[in-house]
């Protein structure tokens, strides 16, 4: 079986094919080859990974090359997996943004003009006691 297989591709007829296949795996390797060196040039420039994170990219790029390329590519490149596994650089140093209740600011004692409860401050009701509007309240029905 074998050697009739083997006398059928020394035929002229079946050259091509041979030839056509080649081709093929030619250009689908090459394919490859370029979106790996794609892939681990795109790691390496990223400023938003870390060092760590660079590396552990480039070694999943070169291990598994079409699944860590394109892993790369639609998950690490956008930051999406970098920040669920910690590698992100923006992820550890960015945090929600302070609303002002942390500052370090000395603010005026409460009473006097600008300081919490005085006459017109935000959140003050009547009286400048802070909260205490007519209506609401523990007692009135409502929230």
Partial sequence: ?????????????????????GVIMAVIALAVLVL????VISALINPDTTGGGKLLWVLVILWYPVLGAVAWFVLGRKRHLNRLIGIDKGARHSG??????????AQPPPGEPGGPGAPGAP?????????AS???GP???TA
């Fill in 96 to 105: 929600p943004p302070s609303n002002g209740q942390h500052s370090n600011v």
């Fill in 139 to 141: 007692g009135t029905g």
């Fill in 36 to 39: 790996v060196i794609a892939a």
């Fill in 1 to 21: 079986m074998v050697t009739q297989l083997a006398d059928t591709m020394d035929r002229p007829e079946f050259g091509w094919v041979g030839v056509l296949f």
């Fill in 123 to 131: 959140g003050s009701g009547p009286g400048g006691a802070p909260g």
């Fill in 134 to 136: 007519p209506g609401f």
